[in-house]
């Protein structure tokens, strides 16, 4: 019989590249991977790795080997979301991906309803950049996902995982209070603070700009949009800004809109294995409900 647990590190193997990637994502060490595939090679009694130079490669078995693998990991998760969905109380742990801004702008308010109406439900949240939070809830690391994509900008695709629509976040020009400035033309001799680079935002704010005539001066750099909104408050930096990163808050600069009235999708993504499992139906039901609250009354 093989261990599931170690077909599941030659899967890892199989997306992620190298052992030593592999032993990061899993809280291993390298030698106890190399270790667990050797008796899964052992197990299997056929060669699953090849040495490449400083790297291994799976043998055609090992290929094998993982495409059962990805269908026994599926019905084990569809075998536990319909036991799961079998019990009338929402209980367990769901670990949750998310970026910054939803994590400022929605958590907060949706753990408050889910520690009142779901008490027996444990929420593990960890602040990921959506390529890898949609990449790590594909792998398994994650078992919910909200993430973004900026018009123009879609989001990965992974197979598996659906994408449902959760909100559509305006995006406006930030500016220090009394500035005077109301348009990005009238932005074009201001500072600019802006995400790093290669991130969808930042293309997507410096394009905004470039349409608008003007080249940003981008001083400031910072995927921190709390940093963000203090170098608008102190009248040093001009910004777009989503509207999440104030969710039920008054904001503390002011906010033009922009050409087009531009909005983000926001979504939340899972396996399709474990969309019946209560526990993310109830987590996909609180996020609607705490969005909707943000809704002009």
Known sequence: MLDVRRLRLLRELKLRGTIAAVASALSYTPSAVSQQLALLEEEARVPL??????????????????EHTVALLERLELMEAEIHSSLTEVRGTVRLAVFQSAALGIIPQALSVIARD??????????????????????????????EQYPGHAAPRHPDLDMIP????????????????????????????????????????????RRAGIEPDVRFETADLQAHIRLVESGHATAI?????????????????????????????????????????????????VVQSFAPE
């Open 166 to 209: 959760l909100y559509a976040d305006e995006l406006s020009l930030a500016v220090p209070i009394a500035s005077g400035i109301t348009t990005l033309a009238e932005a074009a001799g201001s500072a600019w603070v802006m995400e790093p680079r290669g991130t969808a935002s930042r293309h997507w704010a410096e394009q905004q700009c």
């Open 49 to 66: 790795l090849v040495k490449a130079g400083r790297r291994v490669q799976l043998t055609p078995e090992a290929e094998l080997l993982v």
């Open 241 to 289: 800004l989503p509207g999440l990163v104030w969710g039920s808050r008054t904001p503390t600069v002011e906010l033009r809109p922009m050409p087009g009235l531009p909005r983000r999708s926001v979504f939340t993504s899972v396996r399709e294995s474990s969309v019946s499992r209560p526990s993310i139906i109830a987590c996909r039901e609180v996020l609607e409900q």
């Open 118 to 147: 779901y008490p027996q439900l444990r929420i593990k949240m960890t602040q990921r950049e959506p390529e890898s939070a949609l990449f790590e809830t594909w792998t398994r690391e994650f078992d919910l996902v909200i993430a």
